[in-house]
């Protein structure tokens, strides 16, 4: 019986909210005042605090927005004396005071936030409060970057309450709709310009007013849970939003510039994981010597490349193959990008760094280990030393290529002579876009082209037969790509195994070119092998493979960068790499 009558209470109590909702709803137009409903408004952190919680609570008001003198206050009666009283006050401190009426669990809500803003931290740690319909509206209506900016200017033509709110709905729906990686903000000289990173790429999108990047920054920096008044430092953070099927996870970076502070925000969207080796697209023979490594018992096994070039994702994909019930995985990264069931995963902070965590992950029994990235002697040598003591590791370096990566651990303090009990491969990577299959263009090299393309498949350890006439494709642009001529992106590699040979030079004289020559009966095939295979096949365009790795100068001299139109349609619905870490 207790508990249908707290069932019964607890609805009645729903119900009363609902109607009083509609009330106030009716009864403020009458009042002569608009009517507002702050659950799900995202309110100006700077408007708040104008405002004391013990005043607020007395007058049953809130101040939700504030532009510069201009204050707009939401009350549950107008016509309260502790409301005139409060006017006076804020008329006194010479604000212009904009009232709305709004019911008694807005205020409720709005009264929660003010611990929010003392502690500089959101109500759930960074959750930014987001209507799920409005993102899904909106995303529905973004089909090319132009759109976002058709909807921005009906959202400045509505003097509305929810101008900021609604703005920062559009920024991440436009985000979603595009599937780009990244979100910057960037202040200048003539404005405010928001680009998005998609298919590895910048894109200018829309120039934002003035007026509006302080209060974005405002609400950002609290999202996050950064500092509010804290403007001539870095900043990093996090915060989530649901849109209904799945959590957005947002990492934010704030720096200081000489016009204003600027942030990047990096989408980590769940739906665009896609963690299996089949998604990576290796070529078969570095994916036939990868897994055979990857059924070793113990070992190193490192990605290199710059960053951006997908090195975490791969590894993230090779400890979805290595995953299996009797197989304990832990993971220290910097930050936990994405979530992997069955795959115990930490992160770094104050007092757990790369050297500390990995020597407490050794303690917990595990059987594969990541390790994010290899900074410094300490995490090398402790990496090291799990590999040669029963446990298979992954983790990554910043090198230019695999080779690189034998000189830059001895660079880092490791004694070249115990690489052969440790190390098992290192793989060298880069992401290149895919040309678009609507509206790629073929045509024959001739030159300079066509001499690259014959001078590197006779040096592939497995050469494909040229077609003859030999054609290759470029980019042009349509609707189903945005304009761009590409359509997602994959994945370029090399790799070189640990064998007698390669120890033996790493050893004797640890110079690239010494290694190269030790590796090369491994019959894998170099980045600039597989992209010139991946060009022939119709995969990508010479320039694409121009600008993510180095040509020999002769060639790339003569390469004609591609010139894509304007106009962008529809943008990439890439399956590997939107996410890339």
């Not at 002569?32 to 605090?49: H, Q, S, V």
């Not at 013990?54 to 107008?78: I, W």
């Not at 190193?300 to 710059?306: A, E, F, H, R, S």
């Not at 359509?487 to 004797?508: H, L, P, S």
Request: net charge negative; hydrophobic share 40%.
């Amino acid at each position: 019986m207790q508990f249908n009558d707290e069932y019964s209470n607890a609805k009645f109590q729903g119900l009363r909210a609902q109607e009083e909702e509609r009330q106030i709803q009716t009864l403020a137009p009458q009042y002569g005042f608009e009517y507002i409903n702050l659950k799900g408004y995202t309110i100006n952190p700077e408007a708040i605090t104008v405002i004391s919680l013990e005043q607020a609570k007395r007058a049953e008001a809130v101040s939700f927005e504030v532009n510069q003198k201009t204050l707009s206050v939401a009350v549950k009666n107008p016509n309260a004396p502790e409301v005139k009283k409060l006017v006076d006050s804020l008329q006194a401190k010479r604000y212009t005071v904009i009232l709305y009426m709004c019911s008694s669990m807005s205020l409720k809500h709005a009264w929660e936030r003010y611990e929010d803003v003392t502690s500089s931290t959101a109500e759930k740690k960074g959750v930014f409060e987001i209507n799920t319909e409005d993102i899904k509206r909106l995303t529905a209506r973004i089909k090319q970057k132009e759109d976002i900016n058709i909807l921005l200017q009906e959202i400045n033509g509505v003097a509305n309450t929810r101008r900021i709110s609604e703005t920062m709905e559009l920024i991440f729906a436009g985000g979603l709709a595009l599937r780009a990686s990244d979100i910057h903000i960037e202040p200048e000289e003539g404005g405010i310009r928001l680009r998005y990173r998609f298919d590895g790429v910048l894109h200018d999108i829309v120039d934002l007013d003035s007026y509006i990047f302080a209060r974005l920054m405002s609400r950002l920096k609290l999202l996050s849970g950064m500092v509010l008044n804290t403007r001539a430092e870095a900043q990093d953070g996090r915060f989530t939003f649901d849109v209904g099927d799945r959590e957005v996870e947002v990492r934010s970076s704030i720096i200081p510039g000489a016009v204003g502070e600027s942030i990047v925000m990096r989408l980590l969207d769940p739906s665009v994981a896609s963690f299996t080796m089949d998604k990576i697209k290796l070529n078969k023979w570095i994916e036939s010597a990868l897994r055979q490594q990857l059924k070793k018992p113990n070992g190193l096994i490192i990605t290199t490349g710059p960053t951006g070039s997908g090195k975490t994702t791969a590894l993230y994909a090779f400890l979805q193959e290595s995953h299996s019930e009797g197989v304990k995985i832990i993971t220290i990264e910097n930050p936990v990008e994405y979530k992997l069931k069955g795959i115990v995963q930490t992160q770094t902070g104050k007092d757990y760094d790369f050297s500390s965590g990995l020597r407490a992950i050794l303690r917990q029994d595990p059987d594969i280990i990541m390790v994010g990235e290899i900074r410094d002697r300490e995490v090398a040598e402790t990496a090291i030393h799990a590999a040669q003591t029963g446990h298979l590791v992954f983790s990554t370096l910043h090198t230019n290529s695999a080779v690189g990566g034998f000189p830059r651990l001895i660079d880092l303090g490791v004694d070249s002579r115990i690489f052969g009990s440790s190390v098992n491969i290192i793989l060298g990577q880069r992401l290149i876009r895919v040309l678009c299959e609507h509206c790629k263009s073929a045509y024959a090299p001739e030159g300079q082209e066509k001499s690259l393309i014959e001078k590197v498949m006779r040096g592939h350890p497995h050469p494909i037969t040229l077609p003859q006439p030999l054609q290759i494709y470029k980019s042009v642009g349509c609707e189903k790509c945005g304009g761009t001529g590409f359509k997602g992106r994959a994945g370029i590699f090399e790799g070189i195994i640990m064998d007698e040979a390669v120890e033996e030079a790493v050893i004797r004289d640890p110079r690239e070119n010494v290694i190269l020559a030790a590796a090369k009966p491994q019959g894998i095939p170099t980045m600039i092998q597989d992209g010139i295979e991946k060009l022939i096949l119709g995969v990508t365009s010479i320039s694409e493979l121009e600008r993510v790795i180095e040509l020999p100068y002769e060639i790339a001299s003569a390469i004609k960068v591609e010139a894509p139109p304007e106009t962008k349609k529809e943008v990439s619905d890439d399956d590997f790499l939107n996410h890339v870490i």
